[in-house]
Structure formats: structure tokens, C-alpha cells
């Protein structure tokens, strides 16, 4: 395709969008819950077709070479797509967020004001590999109201257009809108970059995917980008932490699920207690395999089996087996530490001193700030939002762990008897 | 300057606020009015000093040929001072919004999850001609708990540069954090290109002033940008409308003060009354100018004094006693209209017919849709704010009116008594 045309393509993608969010925006929940529900029916009847297509997308992947670990994120099979159609439908069981009363005030004057929640509108994900993406997104999208324009990775594309094309059919004929959801059905890359410039359709842009993903959005984008570069979360042993406590805690961080954003990557010891917590630590590690890249401190206490660590290592993101371990000499010192190295993730403290703990998490300019709990919960199942969308490193509009409310916009309602200012001119 | 000592001189600053946006956001509401009040006081006691800085800029612009209006917005006299002075004073005595529980939520494993406000951190305020920005912003950003670097217009450098010098040094005589107000002391152009690639310790950026300068923030920045294009603002006048007060909330709404943007632009009115409506409202206008532009309709019914609408006159922002005029068939050709020419701002519908007021308050896609009262109270202090950094005209964060909240973030603060996901590596 041209630039022109792929130009064309996305605005005309984009239009129809915008339409269908003035639309959705006046559905209600029982609505969209019937939307959703036929949409799960339809992605469970179309399975063998959605698997066939992933099979060619599992072939191609093959044919070029793609890891292991890429071709399993991209595999569906009858029990991953079972999941994607249950995950449909427990979106239909959440609350609707559209329609809140956040505020309401009446001024002297007798003007009622009503602060309302209300969709965003149109919302653009951009994502790679994996084709659940596809349905997970546009799902939590639909149920606050929104319009999505999707752009998966080229190497999942078939699997993508099967996915999409099972939404649309099942939801359209239970009354969804037209152009609701929306694939863009090629692959290529100009197709990024003219969304990113459409900021007249597109009110948001969530880029899902690797740093270099997240780079060229953020670089090319006219309207908001709410995303997720790092998660170099920390753990921080105070002196008068239960080290026994903390070691658990650092564990289950670190080597619960290494390969995901709320992972520990650093751990932070009290100067106070670093002798007698740092071989504990190590003692109930057991044989889990970890490489530690210590300080001088640590290398001092633990041997030199320890690696050094490198200035590099304060603020690398692992995702491996791999901790980095500093001792400090107070908590101001990891505070400090944490605010000039981490990525403003997940952060925790584990003190059995509760006023420490209180300005630890009002110090740590984090999203999420814990005390006495492993980062692995940093996760917005885990947090009681019955979805997630994504986590956010951002501090604008939505940050932490997002779900249906981060999806939302408010409106103000105004309500008067036909007061006016009064007239100057 | 050149541009690699603009970079330094910028990022430096940068650093600096990041830092002090640390120690600003663990300040109580006391301390921060104390330092309110000094700064205050301390554009009091600079008066003249600041008058005589005015000056210079007054000259300089008269030099360069500026406008009346244009040299009447830079001018500073003892009023205008003084009521920047006491409009420091006044957001010492507005609540402070950090610290306010937004959520709380216990989970079945005993973490307790708590969404807590926060500032938001470093915002850069870039900005055209009016000195009284410099305050007006500085103070509440530093109310939310936030640094400023403010970036003001050339032509008010001297003003400014005197301006902010009070601020801090009223404010750090009563324990402002070093960096916490910061203004770029030069007017290389550059600079703007420099914060808006400042993503590393800029959180946010509020552009003031024309469609120029917005367009080059929006397009440079990496970070979130709140900003304000356009208000094209409409009145619709249904068929159920009481005319008499439909031609009160047009006139208001338009006339009251043209310059500004929550003024209205287009006037639309339902055919079933445009008849009786249209002279009624040339009446009760009188001897007050107004330029009308209308469509067919409007002209057959007003003669060919109304000059013929273009086009391109429904999207038009006037700001000036100009006023489109079109006839629509039904509320839905006016909600239709509105999405498509209008700017999100403020839109009216006028009628006794409450049904059809909840359905184009709920179908217009506007920050601020009002019923019966005129769209010149679209602001943050008709709304009780108490005071308004700007109004916004994008969907995410910040919509419409924006006051201390708006500067606000929030934080996840966790707490538990030692729970892991369970060790799995």
C-alpha cells in the first residue's frame, strides 16, 4: 500500500470510530452485557476457524525464526481461547463506571453543576505478539463505552483478524454499533504513525508492547499516551523489619513470575541488619536459582560469589533471575535511592516500625507504595478491579494498575432556570 | 545562548525542580499557606520595583509596535498588583487536595489498598504576554504541592523575571524548598523545544496562549500536555423553548465579554420556532453590534442584512461581536451539528422540555453541556472552584474547568502483615 492509501484507510478507520463512540456513549450496561455475551458465544463458535489462522501465524513465525518464547505468546489452543471468551464474559459482570456522579454542587446563583462519568471516546491500542490483546482490550473498551481502533503486531495478524472479526459479527448482531471495534486489517508500519497524528479521532493511545514500541508512540503523538515503560520495583529491609518476613517477601518478588513488571529487580538492606538478613536470605533461597550483583557491602558479607554490581544494574529492569542488592545506611538513603533509580512502579517496605513504613509510602514517588507486601500484587485482579488493561508509569490521568474507571472521561452537566451573567455589552 | 547551553541551563533547572517537587509534596496545607502568605507579601513590598520592570516591557512593546490590546494585557499598574497579591492570599485559603482518600478497599487476603491524592510533581507552564500568569499559576502549583517551570512570553520578560524573584524569595523566607518556583530567565525560543523534550523531570505541560503555541508544544511534547484550543461554544434553541429566555441566554452568552472563550459562537435554532425566535432575538439585542453570518433559512427570515454562513463560519471561533446563525430541523441536527463543527468546550440547549434537556446534555460530547443558563459560566470560579488554571479541552486527566484537583495525581499505598503470592520459582 501507498502512504497515501494507508493514510486513507486509517482516517476513514477513524471516522467511522468516532461515530460509533457518540453511539456507545448512550448505551446502557444491560447493552453492552448483551454485546459482550454474544461476542464470547461468537468467538467459542468460531474456534476451530480462529485456531486455523493461528496456525498460519504459527507457521510464518516458524519460518522466520521466532524464539520459542514468541511463538508460545503467540499459540492459542482450544483452552487459551476458552479463556478469552470467559474473560469476555466476566467483563460483562463488572460494573459500568459510565453514568457516575463524581460531584455536585449548587452555586449561589441556583445553577446545579454535575460532574459526570463518561467515556473517553475513541481509543487506539497498539500492541505486539500476543492475539488475546486483541479481545482483552477491545472488551474492557466497549464495557466503558469506548470505540477502539486495534493494531496488533504483524506476526499474530491472521490470528487478530479472526479475533476481531468474531467480536464484530457476535456483537453487531446484538445491536453493537458499527465500527465499534475496528482492526487495522495490514501490517504496515506507516499505519503507527499515522495514528499517532490522527489526534482528531483518537482521544487516547496505549501503546502495549517493548520499549522501542513505547518509544516511537510517545515520540509521534498528538494526543495522550498512557504507558509502561519500566517496572524496576524495589524491596527495602528495614532495621527493624521481621527478617523473616523480608526474605519471603524479597523471594516471592523476585522469583514468583521474574518475567513480568511488578518483579523485584533491586533489594535494599538496612546497613543495621545486613549481616545477619543477607545470608538468611540467601539460606531460604535455597536452590532457586538467582545471580546477585551486589555492592561493595554486600559482596563484603556474601563473598565474592557475588558479582559487582555496576552503576547500570540501580536501574536495570531484569526480568530474569537476576537481583541486584545494595546495602544502605538508612531510609532516607533508599528512599532517595528509589526516587533517583526506580521507574515509579511498585515499591515496598517491610519494617515492623509503622511511622517509617507511613513515610516511606508518603516519601516513594511511586505508583504503588507497600508496606509488608510482596510487589507481586501490584496487579489490578489483585487490587479488586476485575480487569486490567495495563499498569501505568504515568502520573496523568491514569496511574498504577488501570481498569474500566482509567477508561473514562467525566462531563459537566449544568442545570439552570435561565440565569445569565449579566449583561455588559 | 547557544542551543547546547539552552539544553544545560533548562535540564539544570529540571533537576532542581524534581527535587524540590520531592520536598513539596510531603508539606502540609499550613506550611504551604504560610509561604503563600509570604509571597504575598512580598509582591507587596516589591511593588514599585516590579511596576519600574513593567515598564521596561511596556516601552520595549511600544517600540516593537505592539497593539493597544496587546500592550493593555502586558500593562501592570497598583490595582492589577495588588490584585495579583490578593489572589496569592486567596488559594492560601482554598482546601488543600493532597492527601484525600479517593478509594479504600480490604482484600480477602487482608491487604488493605488505599488511593491516596499526590501532586503531580514538575509542570512546566508555557506562556504569552500576561505577567499575572507567573503568579497565578506558581501559587497553585505549589497549593497542589507542585515545582513550576514557567516559560512566559518575551514581551513581559522584565515583568516576569521581577514577579517570580518575589515569589521566591517570599516563599523561601518562610521554607519554600530551593527550586520550587523556577523561571527561564531567557527568551531563546528553543528553550520551548528543550522542556518539551524534558520528559525525565517535566510530569505535565500547560500551554497558554494562541493556537501557535499550542501547536508546537503539542507536537514537540513527550509528556502529557492539558491544553485548550477553541471554544466554539453554541446555544441551541429548541421548539420548546421559552423564547424570551432564549434570547436572554444567546445575548449573554455572546456578548457579555466576546474575547473570551467560553463566549458563544453559533446559534442554532430549531425551525419549528426560528420564525417568532430569530426577531425576537434582534430585538431584545437592540442597539448592542452583532455581525450575523446565518444559513438559508435564517436569512429568509432576517432579510438579506445577515451575510451568508460559510462553511467554514461553523467552526469559526470569532471572539468578537460576530455570530453564526443556522436553523435545524430537530435536536438531533444539533447535537449532530455541535460533534461535528464545535470544540468540546460548551454547548446549551434552552428548553422547558426536561426529557430532551437530559438527552442533548447526555449526547453532546462537550467538557461542559448546560441547560437553561448561559455558557459564559464555563469557569472555574462560577463553578466554585475557587480558582481556575485554565479550562481544558481534552478528554483525558483534566476536562473542562481545572482548578487545584486537576494538578493532582494520585498513589496506591498498600498495606499488609507479610503476604506473598505463593513461591512458585
Known amino acids: 500500500m501507498t502512504e497515501e492509501e494507508i493514510h486513507e484507510a486509517v482516517y476513514a478507520m477513524g471516522r467511522g470510530a468516532r461515530k460509533a463512540a457518540h453511539a456507545l456513549a448512550v448505551l446502557d450496561?444491560?447493552?453492552?452485557?448483551?454485546?459482550?455475551?454474544?461476542?464470547?458465544?461468537?468467538?467459542?463458535?468460531?474456534?476451530?476457524?480462529?485456531?486455523?489462522?493461528?496456525?498460519?501465524?504459527?507457521?510464518?513465525?516458524?519460518?522466520?525464526?521466532?524464539?520459542?518464547?514468541?511463538?508460545?505468546?503467540?499459540?492459542?489452543?482450544?483452552?487459551?481461547?476458552?479463556?478469552?471468551?470467559?474473560?469476555?464474559?466476566?467483563?460483562?459482570?463488572?460494573?459500568?463506571?459510565?453514568?457516575?456522579?463524581?460531584?455536585?454542587?449548587?452555586?449561589?446563583?441556583?445553577?446545579?453543576?454535575?460532574?459526570?462519568?463518561?467515556?473517553?471516546?475513541?481509543?487506539?491500542?497498539?500492541y505486539e505478539s500476543r492475539p488475546n490483546v486483541t479481545s482483552d482490550a477491545a472488551v474492557l473498551c466497549l464495557k466503558s463505552g469506548n470505540a477502539t481502533i486495534?493494531?496488533?503486531?504483524?506476526?499474530?495478524?491472521?490470528?487478530?483478524?479472526?479475533?476481531?472479526?468474531?467480536?464484530?459479527?457476535?456483537?453487531?448482531?446484538?445491536?453493537?454499533?458499527?465500527?465499534?471495534?475496528?482492526?487495522?486489517?495490514?501490517?504496515?508500519?506507516?499505519?503507527?504513525?499515522?495514528?499517532?497524528?490522527?489526534?482528531?479521532?483518537?482521544?487516547?493511545?496505549?501503546?502495549?508492547?517493548?520499549?522501542?514500541?513505547?518509544?516511537?508512540?510517545?515520540?509521534?503523538?498528538?494526543?495522550?499516551?498512557?504507558?509502561?515503560?519500566?517496572?524496576?520495583?524495589?524491596?527495602?529491609?528495614d532495621e527493624e523489619a521481621d527478617l523473616s518476613m523480608a526474605a519471603e517477601i524479597a523471594i516471592d518478588s523476585k522469583t514468583q513470575k521474574p518475567s513480568v513488571c511488578n518483579a523485584l529487580e533491586t533489594l535494599l538492606v538496612h546497613e543495621g541488619v545486613a549481616a545477619e538478613f543477607l545470608p538468611l536470605f540467601v539460606e531460604k533461597l535455597g536452590a532457586r536459582p538467582l545471580e546477585l550483583r551486589g555492592c561493595g557491602k554486600t559482596r563484603a558479607i556474601l563473598g565474592k560469589g557475588v558479582l559487582p554490581a555496576t552503576e547500570e544494574d540501580w536501574s536495570t529492569e531484569y526480568l530474569d533471575y537476576i537481583l541486584a542488592v545494595k546495602v544502605v545506611g538508612s531510609m532516607e538513603e533508599a528512599v532517595e535511592h528509589i526516587n533517583t533509580y526506580g521507574s515509579q512502579h511498585t515499591d515496598c517496605i517491610v519494617t515492623a516500625n509503622g511511622g517509617r513504613a507511613e513515610r516511606f509510602l508518603r516519601e516513594v514517588d511511586s505508583a504503588c507504595v507497600f508496606h509488608n507486601v510482596s510487589t507481586r500484587f501490584s496487579d489490578g485482579e489483585e487490587f479488586g478491579f476485575g480487569a486490567e488493561i495495563g499498569i501505568s508509569t504515568d502520573k496523568l490521568h491514569a496511574r498504577g494498575p488501570m481498569a474500566l474507571r482509567e477508561l473514562t472521561s467525566y462531563q459537566y452537566r449544568v442545570r439552570g432556570e435561565g440565569q445569565v451573567k449579566g449583561v455588559v455589552g
Open 29 to 126: 450496561a444491560e447493552a453492552k452485557n448483551a454485546m459482550l455475551r454474544a461476542m464470547a458465544a461468537e468467538l467459542r463458535k468460531r474456534g476451530p476457524e480462529i485456531l486455523a489462522e493461528n496456525a498460519k501465524d504459527l507457521a510464518a513465525g516458524g519460518e522466520r525464526g521466532l524464539s520459542g518464547a514468541l511463538l508460545d505468546r503467540l499459540r492459542l489452543d482450544e483452552a487459551r481461547l476458552e479463556a478469552v471468551a470467559a474473560g469476555v464474559e466476566q467483563v460483562a459482570t463488572l460494573a459500568d463506571p459510565v453514568g457516575e456522579v463524581l460531584d455536585e454542587r449548587t452555586r449561589p446563583n441556583g445553577i446545579r453543576i454535575e460532574q459526570v462519568r463518561v467515556p473517553i471516546g475513541v481509543i487506539g491500542i497498539i
Open 150 to 237: 486495534l493494531r496488533g503486531g504483524s506476526e499474530a495478524i491472521h490470528s487478530n483478524r479472526a479475533i476481531a472479526a468474531a467480536l464484530q459479527a457476535g456483537g453487531e448482531a446484538a445491536g453493537l454499533p458499527e465500527h465499534s471495534i475496528q482492526l487495522i486489517p495490514f501490517t504496515d508500519r506507516a499505519s503507527v504513525q499515522v495514528m499517532a497524528g490522527m489526534d482528531k479521532y483518537l482521544d487516547l493511545i496505549i501503546p502495549r508492547g517493548g520499549k522501542g514500541l513505547i518509544e516511537t508512540v510517545v515520540s509521534l503523538a498528538r494526543m495522550p499516551v498512557i504507558k509502561h515503560y519500566d517496572g524496576v520495583c524495589h524491596v527495602f529491609v
